[in-house]
């Protein structure tokens, strides 16, 4: 895989713009990232300048704010509908961005702060290279993503089917280390995990994907629509990995954190 996702962006922010309702009801799993990212980087007390990327609803951008710390927080989110349900949560400031473009001013932010938000990013070596830009010196990156075993199962079945793309395309550990030090950031750690979640039919599993809004946007993904045969042969597929009456479904969690210098 090359070091771009070829992405249809409109597509990102229209699906996540969707799911702002049914996004907090189906997002245990990405609340038990958020809290284990937190965790594990020990931040018992934020000060200054921290930008929450790709907030959401705001799940991590209230657990931020519970840090005691001078802090100011920023939120920002390419959804607006995103934005709005955060806002409903949470005081602090909120900007609807794009994390590829952000306006922000060099050396100006202590603390960038993401959960599972840079796996719908195209080019991440530039968005390295523009926290590198914003981070004050000795400022912190600290992220999740999900990484290229996530959903291994789908992608499998619907292998059985067609050539096309029905999985996103998600960069690997040693991807993220050569992006983030290429970018000249520092004191690179990286945690790799493998959650297993179960569902009782292929359909609970796409109702739930597309709640939380992570829909295929891949560029060379099947446009138009899947015949009702193609539909039936990849459930048969999927539903051959059956373990205990249970369809699994793996997500590859990737914990980074990094800092300039
Ligand atoms: C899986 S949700 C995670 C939300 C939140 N961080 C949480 O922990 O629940 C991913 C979020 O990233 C946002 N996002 C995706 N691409 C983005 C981009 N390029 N710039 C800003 N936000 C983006 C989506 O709109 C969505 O709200």
Known sequence: MTAVLQLDKINVKRSFAKASDSYDALAGLQREIGLTLLRQHKVAEL?????????????LTRELQLFSGDKTIIAMDIAMPMLQAARS???????CVDIESLPVQDKSIDWIFSNLAFQW?????GVFENF??????????VFSSFGPQTLRELKWAWAKVDDYSHVNNFFSVQQLREFMQQAGLQNIQIENSRHKSEYSNVMALM??????G???VTVNRKKGFTT????????VAYESLMENGYLPATFDVIYVSGSNG
């Open 47 to 59: 000060s200054g300048v921290v930008l929450d990327l790709g907030c959401g609803t705001g799940f």
């Open 89 to 95: 949560k949470c005081d602090v400031a909120f900007s």
């Open 121 to 125: 990013c195209t080019d991440l070596v």
């Open 132 to 141: 590198k830009r914003v981070l004050k010196p000795g400022g912190s990156l």
């Open 207 to 212: 109702k739930e994907l597309k709640g939380i």
């Open 214 to 216: 992570a829909h295929n």
């Open 228 to 235: 009702k045969t193609q539909w039936k042969n990849m459930n």
